[in-house]
């Protein structure tokens, strides 16, 4: 088997005949398609039942457990060489599959890849725009900081099924919510040694809707788990750093912070100009990328800092 294709559902009647319709229909055929109904209350259940590809498998919980759970199900049924992800309210263009495979099998030393989608309007025919995602290693170790999505987008991941099993790595479901688990699940696989890449190539129409997941990420709990993230992974990229200072730091790069005082922005600052004069990559992260985006969040509050110098 070339492929396992993970697709999470719950409550996706709606739309989950057409992204699992996408995906049998791919122009790779060795593949199988793993769907987790996670404990759906709507016709999700009897719209899947309608299939009769054998490459098909539904798995049915009990009760709705997340989408960590439902994509963790998903990974210990995967008999693929490649475990790739597929939201339920998308469509992946014919060859998404092909491509990503033959990527990985003519770089072996890419453990996870992307590529780029086109994201859309809810009748999945209605352009937004082409988000332009980084591709290489060292950016998208950078732009993983920012948990924004800006790193890469989950449901064009594909990974090495081999090295995401000798290193035991699971999705983690966050204490609260069903967001975020694709950036702690890229932290934790930066930490045991993963590479990254990412085609220019589009596989992907990204639906956006009313119910999207990543829509709702904008709340309190969300920001706190962010922030643990954030300092998650400035532990890896700046060892020397203490606890203390990987904290200021991580402060210093939230775009939404607004609590810190004047004595925490100049803590912050020291410790913003310690780790931009670091220039040892020790995870494959880019650290000139790393240092523009320092350089950016300090000239945030320096120029606030240098008016009131002058009141």
Partial sequence: MKVSVSIAAFNAAAFVKAAVDSILQQSLRDIEVIVVDDGSTDRTAAFLAEYRDPRLRVV???????????????????????????????????????????FLDDHADVHIMGARIIRTQADITTEIDRPQHPLSDGEIKANLLLLNGSALIHPTMMARLSFLRAQHLRYLPPPRGRVGIDHEFWIECVARGAVFRAMPD???????????VTLFNNDPATAALKSISR??????????LTGRDIRALAALLDPGNPAMNVIEVCQALVVGEKAHGCEVSYYGESKPHLQAMIAAAMNRYLAPLAGLART
């Avoid at 199900?73 to 495979?101: K, N, S």
């Avoid at 300092?231 to 060892?239: H, I, W």
């Fill in 202 to 212: 589009v596989v992907l129409r990204k639906r956006r809707h009313g119910a999207n």
């Fill in 231 to 240: 300092a998650k992974l400035l532990g890896l990229y700046y060892p020397d």
């Fill in 60 to 102: 049915t919980l009990p009760a709705n457990c997340g989408i960590a759970t439902a994509h963790n199900v998903a990974m210990a049924c995967a008999t693929g060489d490649y475990f790739a992800v597929m939201d339920a309210d998308d469509v992946a263009l014919p060859d998404r599959l092909r491509i990503q495979a033959q």
